[in-house]
């Protein structure tokens, strides 16, 4: 065999120093990432932190202005055409025309890749069925509940499946139905070959679907890994404590911080509170203590760091608030391979 032959196949995204500046504002500063192919690859980040910029440089939606960065094998800013036949993408809001039925969408956009008009017309029909969307083929999209354009965005984004699919938020605001149905759709795609680069704000989404996962802040890879080991990058343990009385919390507070030695971080559950723990060891006195102080306990439970716990250890926020669902795959993956 020859030495290409030997040598593995580039990863589906690769940057180094990458930056993109508006004016004065620098949004993004000198992210590198390497991306492998196949599963999903989770990008956290809050609000402004750099994650949807990215993502559109990476699609060539933007340009770049400086460093580098490859995809799929293929420089961004010098194979811009290479780059966009192998990727897909959808954004936050759904970019379907609202006049259209979902047949007439996925239809219309099949005709543009090449299809007949038999095989397009199946296609459609293929996805509608896929993603739960049989029913409402006929129904305009501007008569569709939110997670039903999601969906159908996404559809959209693969009727010719793509090796390589950008998610930017792709949840934001669906209902837990909904956002469980989409996460069905993205491990579809994965057990069908794509790769998914899948940037998000819910904390259960990466923690559920992605393999690895950078943490963005201030334009800026602050932390990378899997979730295991950001998880124990912030400590060994967690403990978590709820209290029988509210007015009580403030008096557990202070004593775990004296017996545990760490910072008490009070949960919007005005009944509990969590401590980040480094050696478990330590808290087998702390729940004598609460005893003894005559503060009553309803839950006390040592486990591991949360990713919330991570996402507010690294960025000094709280990720925002989520929800969580559940349906069916068997349909859709027939369809994404």
Known sequence: ????????????????????????????????LVVPRGGVYGVLGPNGAGKTTTIR?????????????????????????????????TGQFASLDEDLTGM???NLLARLYGYSRSAARARAMQL??????????????????????RRLDIAASIIVTPELIFLDEPTTG????????????????????????LTTQYLDEADQLADRIAVIDHGKVIAEGTTGQLKASVGSGALHVRVSEPAQR??????????????????????????????PATVGAALPALHDAGISVTTFALGQ?????????????HAEPETNGSSETSTAEEALR
């Open 128 to 149: 509608l069925d896929a993603f739960g969307l049989t029913d409402a083929a006929k129904r305009q999209v501007k008569h569709f509940s939110g997670g039903m354009r």
């Open 250 to 279: 403030a008096d557990a507070a202070q004593l775990l911080d004296r017996v545990l030695g760490v910072e008490i971080v009070l949960e919007s559950d005005p009944a509990a509170l969590t401590a980040r723990v480094n050696d």
């Open 57 to 89: 440089m990476l699609a060539t939606l933007l340009p770049i202005d400086g460093g580098s960065a490859s995809v799929l094998g293929h420089d961004v800013a010098s194979e811009p055409e290479m780059v966009r036949q192998k990727v897909a993408m």
């Open 174 to 197: 669906l209902d837990p139905r909904s956002r469980n149905h989409v996460w069905e759709i993205v491990r579809a795609l994965v057990a069908g070959g794509t790769t998914v680069l």
């Open 305 to 317: 760091p949360s990713l919330d716990e991570v996402f507010l250890a690294l960025t000094g926020k």
């Open 104 to 106: 007439e969408n996925l």
């Open 1 to 32: 065999m020859t030495g290409s032959e030997l040598s593995p196949p580039a990863p589906a995204i690769e940057t180094r120093g990458l930056i993109k500046r508006f004016g004065d504002t620098v949004a993004v500063n000198g992210v590198d």
